[in-house]
């Protein structure tokens, strides 16, 4: 693979190998780094750069780090395919979304089972038939750390999309018609949130043979507006942080068990 480097770095996430570890926690917000590092041991900032900053330290004694992804499939793809690059091979994204279905509630947590491919990276690594789907031993730990949290979640498929005012201004895009049709679609067929990033880290990950998931916070629930049913809005995103943290303890010594048998 030909890789681009600064400085024997990696162009964009400006890291290199020994700087990570195996185990990576995807936040998008750059602003967010630093509260998911304080779950970890000796937590200490090793890079900035863009919209990637990366946080370093030590879960169950094994090097984890956090490195912020941006907004979307293209930067998040490039933060996974550069940290790849640098030995890391198993991934918790943790993110924000919205609602699609009624029962789900503002903070409630989802972890995706699958990824509706409505964006455009993931064209350029797959044809459109092959499904966005994530490791299932990072959806059983994300799902055992949720219920040893005792918090509400629900699993099943996400959607994803480029286009954040496409989805909730839809009528002032040229677009609309589609746009709509394939919203009612997808709701119709199950989704359960809405968000940016987790097809093209799926579609990712299986391509470079590596593990990722995601658990993401609900925000909000347009659908619930729509059917005038009460949408409480809620952005505090610490239990979707602990339920990642404690997933990826949960991964850590999954992988050391094997090891030694």
């Not at 933060?79 to 919205?98: K, N, P, Q, Y």
Request: proline fraction near 5%.
């Amino acid at each position: 693979m030909s890789l681009i480097y600064t400085k024997n770095k990696e162009f964009h996430i400006d890291l290199q190998k020994g700087d990570v570890g195996r185990y990576v926690i995807l936040p998008g917000d750059p602003g967010r780094c630093e509260i998911i590092a304080a779950y970890l041991e000796n937590p200490r900032i090793i890079a900035r750069k863009r919209e990637f900053t990366t946080y370093v330290g030590e879960l169950n004694g094994e090097k984890v780090c956090v490195t912020s992804t941006g907004i979307g499939g293209p930067s998040a793809v490039i933060a996974m395919e550069e940290l790849v690059h640098c030995g890391a091979d198993t991934f918790i994204r943790v993110g924000t979304s919205g609602g699609m279905q009624p029962q789900i509630l503002g903070g409630d947590l989802v972890i995706a089972t699958g990824a509706i491919r409505a964006e455009g990276t993931t064209r350029e690594y797959a044809p459109i038939e092959y499904p966005a789907v994530p490791d299932y031993e990072v959806v059983q730990a994300l799902k055992k750390a949720a219920e040893e949290l005792k918090a509400p979640f629900h699993m099943g498929v996400v959607h994803c999309k480029d286009n954040f005012y496409g989805q909730h201004s839809p009528e002032t895009m040229p677009q609309y018609v589609l746009l709509k049709n394939n919203w009612e679609a997808w709701k119709a067929c199950g989704a359960l949130a809405s968000e940016m990033e987790s097809a093209s880290l799926f579609i990712t990950a299986g391509v470079r043979r590596v593990r990722a998931g995601s658990v993401l916070t609900v925000l909000a629930n347009q659908t619930r507006r729509e059917l005038e049913l009460p949408d409480v809005e809620v952005y505090d995103t610490e239990l979707a942080v602990k339920t990642a943290v404690r997933a990826m303890a949960e991964l850590i010594e999954q992988d050391r068990k094997k090891a030694v048998e």
